[in-house]
């Protein structure tokens, strides 16, 4: 933030030994790449509720439907806070498995978390099933399929920090799933047998806040707004911190050409 680069050198201006004509600049074409499209980025499977999540927590209005793959493209909400601060979230496609090779267009979805500094995963409670063929996945088993996928698109993404929302906790039912969710997540290896051996994430992720919610009734919404918070505010801290000690570090260093 606040780099400058010279991408482009200006000519020099005419004077009196070039008869006041002036010379030209360099020309480029350049393309640029955008890094970092939100704060947060929502990960999930289709149906989980990112959008609806995005709509209860912000002031974005994205399309919510009952079928998979409503939102097709991302989309950005900003939470706000009472002092003025912002946190943007990045409402994405749902990802299926298979997605790190290009299923679903996977690649097109993953390369924007990439992007984010930090992840939301979403979880329906009560588990999903993309279709009557596929299988159905629990609430501990999505969250570890969703990390799967993002480590065998880029390992990296699994060591950005991330948090976990359990959606539509006001079906019946689930209270006692998030309970079998908490206990599972505690001990993750002994419960990711029912998954194929080569879908079980090497390092499973670890949240920062766990947080119950139903994007419906907005049961939980300002709790998992002040986790957000924290978070981020957490990794700017550290940021600074290791500004500072760089900085300090610096000036302990002796200056060149000093005897
Ligand atoms: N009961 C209940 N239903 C919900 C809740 N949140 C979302 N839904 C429903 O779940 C369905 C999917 O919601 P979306 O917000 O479109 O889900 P999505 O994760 O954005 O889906 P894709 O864009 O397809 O990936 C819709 O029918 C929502 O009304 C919730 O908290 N409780
Ligand atoms: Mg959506």
Known sequence: ??????????????????????????????????????????????????????????????????????????????????DYKQISVADLPGLIEGAHINKGMGHKFLKHMERTKQLLFVVDVCGFQLASKTEFRSAFEAVQLLTKELELYKEELVSKPALLVVNKMDLPEAKDKLQELEEQLQNPDKFSDLLPDDMIPKRYMTFRHVVPVSATTRFGIDQLKRCIRESLDEDAAMATKAIHQERLQALRLPSHGHL
Do not use: C, W
């Open 1 to 82: 933030e606040g780099d400058r680069v010279m991408v482009a050198k200006g000519g020099s201006g005419g004077s009196f030994h070039s008869a006041f004509e002036p010379s030209k600049g360099q020309a480029k074409h350049i393309r640029l790449d955008l890094k970092l499209i939100a704060d947060l980025g929502l990960v999930g499977f289709p149906n989980a509720g990112k959008s609806s999540l995005l709509t209860a927590m912000s002031n974005a209005t994205p399309q919510i439907a009952s079928y998979a793959f409503t939102t097709l493209k991302p989309e950005i909400g900003k939470l706000m806070y009472e």
